[in-house]
C-alpha cells in the first residue's frame, strides 16, 4: 500500500523524504564512501562545460568495452561525483570502463540547468570515446541517468532508488533550493514523459523510506516494468550490491549490456 504525500504535513513531508536523517549511521556510511574511493585512482578528467563541477573522471580506458557512467545523487543541492569513486570496483571487474559525471548543484544552477549539463557531458563522451553507454544513476542521479537516457548511444539504463515523480519534492524542504514550480516539476518528471526505448532496470532497497520506496513502484508500475528490490538494504547500503564485482546490481548491469 502506498503512501498519499498529499495528506501529509509540511513537516511529515519533510522527513518522510530525508534519507539522510532516517538512518543513523548515514555520515559513517558516507565517510566510508569517501574512504573506499580514495584507494582508486581515475585514469582521465574530462570538462564538458565552463562551470567548476562539469567535469568527468574516468576510471580504466580498455579499448571496446562498454561505459558505464554514473550519475550522483543528493537531491540535485549536495554530494559530488568524487563521493562516488567506490563505485568503479565491481563494474571495472566485470569488464566496463566507468565515468563518474559532475554537475551543479541547485540553487546555482535549476534543475532544467543541471539535465542540460548531463545530457552535455553525454555529448563529450560520445565524441571522446564512442563506446556504447550503460547509465547508472542513485537517488536523484536515477531521476538525471533516466532523464537523459533518449539518446542512440545508450544501451541500457540501471536506475537505483531514483526519484520519479517531481510534485512532493516541490511541496517540502527540498524546494527551497530546487525553487520548482509545477510546470518545471512536471516536465522534469519522468513519470510525466515518454520513457526511452532502452532497456531500464529500476531497484530499491526494502528499508527505503516509504515516499521513496513508493516512487520506484509507480514508475515501474506506469511503464510495465519490474523491480528489483534488495532485500534490507536503505538508501544508502543499497550502493554496496553494486559496489562489489559479485554485487546484486553489478550482475543486473552485466545483464543490462548482455
Do not use: C
Amino acid at each position: 500500500m502506498t503512501l498519499d504525500w498529499r495528506r501529509l504535513s509540511r513537516d511529515e513531508l519533510d522527513r518522510g523524504l530525508n534519507n539522510s536523517a532516517a538512518v543513523a549511521n548515514s555520515s559513517e556510511i558516507l565517510a566510508g564512501w569517501d574512504q573506499r574511493g580514495r584507494a582508486l585512482r581515475s585514469t582521465r578528467e574530462l570538462i564538458y562545460g565552463p562551470a567548476p563541477r562539469n567535469r568527468i573522471d574516468l576510471f580504466g580506458e580498455r579499448v571496446g568495452a562498454p561505459l558505464f557512467v554514473f550519475v550522483h545523487g543528493g537531491y540535485w543541492q549536495a554530494r559530488s561525483r568524487e563521493n562516488f569513486y567506490f563505485l568503479a570496483e565491481g563494474p571495472l571487474a566485470r569488464g566496463f570502463n566507468a565515468a563518474f559525471v559532475g554537475y551543479t548543484l541547485a540553487p546555482d544552477a535549476s534543475l532544467d540547468a543541471i539535465v542540460g549539463e548531463v545530457r552535455s557531458a553525454l555529448d563529450l563522451l560520445d565524441r571522446e570515446l564512442g563506446a556504447p553507454l550503460f547509465l547508472g544513476g542513485w537517488s536523484a542521479g536515477g531521476h538525471l541517468a533516466v532523464t537523459v537516457s533518449d539518446r542512440p548511444s545508450v544501451y541500457g539504463t540501471l536506475a537505483i532508488s531514483g526519484i520519479y515523480d517531481l510534485e512532493p519534492i516541490r511541496h517540502s524542504y527540498l524546494n527551497d533550493k530546487l525553487q520548482l514550480d509545477e510546470a518545471a516539476a512536471r516536465r522534469n518528471s519522468p513519470i510525466h514523459r515518454p520513457r526511452a526505448q532502452t532497456p531500464l532496470a529500476l531497484a530499491v532497497g526494502s528499508a527505503e523510506l516509504p515516499l521513496v520506496h513508493d516512487q520506484t513502484l509507480a514508475y515501474a508500475a506506469a511503464n510495465d516494468l519490474p523491480v528489483q528490490e534488495l532485500d534490507g538494504a536503505n538508501h544508502f547500503t543499497i550502493l554496496d550490491a553494486l559496489a562489489a564485482p559479485d554485487g546484486a546490481l553489478t550482475e543486473t548491469l552485466v545483464r543490462l549490456a548482455s
